[in-house]
Each structure stands twice: as structure tokens, then as C-alpha cells.
């Protein structure tokens, strides 16, 4: 079966850090692109980052960059986002998604073929 497993999330402080993974099975994860969205209480899901696997593009929304970062392991099949110095704005549940055409320079696509089941990242002030 195809699943993506989303896990890491939790409590931090203001400038803390976390780190997410994506955990692929039941497809090739090399064909896949992989993105990472987030959607807080209230509000529309928003493309945080991905990374394209076929020539390394990776994207970061205006809103993260510089404090986060994707990154894949391909002998886990996996996938991370390394989020430091953490804001209460960053509170949201984080998604994973695949997709083998997810991933552009300028922004990522939320149509995905795969997602994974959400972590929710709590940052208090």
C-alpha cells in the first residue's frame, strides 16, 4: 500500500526547532517530488517547501525561508523539514505530499497524488 507517514511534530518555545519526516512506502520515492504544506485553525492550507528529487529544486515559502529546511535520505525513503527558530505563527498541523511533479522554483503544486496524515507543530510564545 502507498503511504506517506508524517511524524516530529510537537511543543516547542519561540526559537526552537524541530524536525519533521516523511516517511515513503508502496512507490519509487526517487520518481516522487516531495512537498511539505502546512494548515493552521482557521486558515487556508499554504505550500511551505518541497523538493524535487530528479535535480534537486527545492522551494521555501517567503514565510520559512531561511529558518527551514527540506531535505531527503533515499536509503530511508524519507524526507525532512529541519524547522529552526520557530514562531507562534508556525503553529499549524503539517502535511506531506508526492507527487512526481510537485516541485517548481517558485512555488509547489497542492495537488499531489499522495498525502500523508498531518503532524501537528505547536510553537508557544
Known amino acids: 500500500d502507498v503511504q506517506l507517514q508524517a511524524s516530529g511534530g510537537g511543543l516547542v518555545q519561540a526559537g526552537g526547532s524541530l524536525r519533521l519526516s516523511c516517511a515513503a512506502f508502496g512507490f519509487t520515492f526517487d520518481d516522487y517530488a516531495i512537498g511539505w504544506f502546512r494548515q493552521a485553525p482557521g486558515k487556508e492550507r499554504e505550500g511551505v517547501s518541497c523538493?524535487?528529487?530528479?535535480?534537486?529544486?527545492?522551494y521555501y515559502s517567503d514565510s520559512v525561508k531561511g529558518r527551514f529546511t527540506i531535505s531527503s535520505d533515499h536509503a530511508k525513503n524519507t524526507a525532512y523539514l529541519q524547522m529552526n527558530n520557530l514562531k507562534p505563527e508556525d503553529t499549524a498541523v503539517y502535511y506531506c505530499?508526492?507527487?512526481?511533479?510537485?516541485?517548481?522554483?517558485?512555488?509547489?503544486?497542492?495537488?499531489?497524488?499522495?498525502w500523508g496524515q498531518g503532524t501537528l507543530v505547536t510553537v508557544s510564545s
Open positions: 523538493i524535487n528529487h530528479d535535480d534537486g529544486t527545492t
Open positions: 505530499t508526492a507527487d512526481p511533479s510537485l516541485c517548481y522554483r517558485d512555488y509547489v503544486r497542492d495537488d499531489g497524488e499522495f
